[in-house]
């Protein structure tokens, strides 16, 4: 009987440590998700003030008037809306689009 019980504690600690492992990594890859998305709009917020201090503050410009290649509103909305579906869950673009 004490061979037993020492086999499920053995298994019950065994199963309670693997649990353990796969939490962390969990919270870290969610971490290093919401870090890397961070970076992508820090990213983009530095472009759009480069993009804006070039051109002297004018006012907004006409959509035909924008450089190719410059920030776009969509490029916020989709940053955004990934941010959005990390914290809260639900399926957002995993990790996909542009690099800052």
């Not at 053995?10 to 309670?16: D, E, G, K």
């Not at 962390?24 to 530095?46: D, I, P």
């Amino acid at each position: 009987r004490r061979k037993v019980l020492l086999a499920v504690a053995a298994a019950w600690r065994a199963v309670a440590a693997a649990a353990k492992q796969a939490a962390r990594q969990g919270r870290q890859r969610k971490a290093f998700a919401c870090w890397r998305l961070w970076v992508r709009e820090q990213g983009l917020l530095r472009r759009y003030l480069h993009e804006c201090s070039v051109a002297g503050f004018q006012g907004v410009a006409r959509s035909g008037d924008m450089p190719p290649g410059a920030v776009q509103p969509s490029d916020f909305e989709q940053l955004y809306a990934e941010l959005a579906a990390q914290r809260w869950g639900g399926s957002g673009g995993g990790g996909g689009g542009r690099a800052p």
